[in-house]
């Protein structure tokens, strides 16, 4: 099993900056890509980006391309996401998770494991 922690959501102004963590523990991720995906009240859950096993790949959302940068550290135990330019729809919970591969994929469904989630609110 893999207990997967996520940290660093808030309250930020439009234009603003947040940076999540998430601290994988039990089971090593080491082998697996690591995702963020996130969900506004009243919509479905959607990729927001993922970064490959290796740490060599990553592959983003159209809609934080340029904004947002995923990175894991060396243990591979945990994984961030710094959120520059923050906007209004940025709003949602956040939630990392790890794929049962080790490249990079943007399917929800291919995600084993699943943190509770972090609050992000963005206001205008």
């Known amino acids: 099993q893999v207990q997967l922690v996520e940290s660093g959501g808030g309250l930020v102004q439009a234009g603003g900056s947040l940076r999540l963590s998430c601290a994988a523990s039990?089971?090593?991720?080491?082998?697996?890509?690591m995702g963020w995906f996130r969900q506004a009240p009243g919509k479905e859950r959607e990729f927001v980006a993922v970064?490959?096993?290796?740490?060599?790949?990553?592959y983003y959302a159209d809609s934080v391309k340029g904004r947002f940068t995923i990175s894991r550290d060396n243990d591979k135990t945990t994984v961030y996401l710094p959120m520059n330019s923050l906007k209004p729809e940025d709003t949602a919970v956040y939630s990392c998770?790890?794929?049962?591969?080790?490249?990079?994929?943007?399917?929800?469904?291919?995600?084993?494991?699943w943190g509770q989630g972090t609050q992000v609110t963005v206001s205008s």
């Open positions: 039990g089971r090593t991720v080491s082998t697996n890509a």
């Open positions: 998770a790890a794929s049962a591969y080790g490249s990079t994929d943007s399917h929800l469904t291919n995600y084993d494991y």
């Open positions: 970064i490959s096993w290796s740490a060599i790949s990553t």
